[in-house]
């Protein structure tokens, strides 16, 4: 039997998720969490098998808690990430992390269900589109000025090219809107850049943003 637990905010999603998991004879869900720090607590009491986890999440964010699961030798919870298309720019670094799976809640049922059962025998699954994103980027060699950044780093540069003020970016990261600042502050040091609009194609240009999706200056 396959355990479980869903960390998602959205109580929808996680409803969802139960619903088609439940379903299966050799998959159980045995706890839900809104927040990563809840999600922490029920995985240190529950031992799961699999998490399936959120990117962004009030407090901390998926990309922290699946670091910390990852450095834990006492937790063997495996992580597979599940986010919504317009968030699915993260897989080399949650990879690196520690994820060993990655989808978008656009997935199908069948999708979701085989990738659960891939990550429960050891292996690494990835949705097909990063799968193949991620392959011609190893074979091109390719080198992005943003794996200079850290996790929370790249979150915030996320939130602020489509157009988040500081007040709200904090709200949901529960960080105060002059720690944000700083965050913006050194990303865009880092990444040696001196306006949103150039952190936007920036993004663009490394294939960490949609050209459709970006909203400064639109």
Do not use: W
């Not at 619903?19 to 706890?31: A, K, R």
């Not at 990430?81 to 949650?94: G, S």
């Not at 709200?171 to 850049?193: A, H, I, N």
């Amino acid at each position: 039997m396959i355990n479980l637990v869903l960390i998602d905010d959205h109580e929808l999603v996680r409803t969802g998720f139960r619903m088609i998991l439940q379903q299966q004879p050799d998959m159980t869900v045995s706890g839900e969490a809104g927040t990563a720090e809840d999600g922490l607590k029920l995985i240190r009491t529950l031992k799961p098998d699999i998490a399936l986890v959120d990117v962004h999440m009030p407090g901390m964010s998926g990309i922290e808690l699946t670091e910390r699961v990852d450095r834990s030798k006492l937790m063997k919870t495996r992580i597979i990430i599940v986010t919504i298309v317009d968030d699915a720019r993260f897989p080399k670094r949650l990879l690196e992390a520690g994820a060993f799976g990655y989808l978008t809640k656009g997935c199908n049922a069948e999708e979701l269900l085989n990738a659960v059962r891939q990550v429960a025998k050891g292996r690494r699954y990835l949705a097909p589109a990063v799968a193949q994103q991620l392959a011609l980027s190893t074979l091109e060699g390719e080198q992005s000025p943003f794996d200079s950044l850290s996790s929370r780093e790249l979150e915030v540069a996320m939130m602020l090219v489509r157009g988040k003020p500081l007040t709200s970016i904090g709200e949901q990261l529960s960080l105060s809107p002059k720690t944000v600042s700083t965050y913006k502050q050194r990303l865009m040091e880092k990444l040696q850049v001196d306006h949103l609009v150039s952190l936007a194609h920036l993004m663009t240009v490394h294939g960490l943003l949609d050209s459709h999706n970006n909203r400064i200056g639109s």
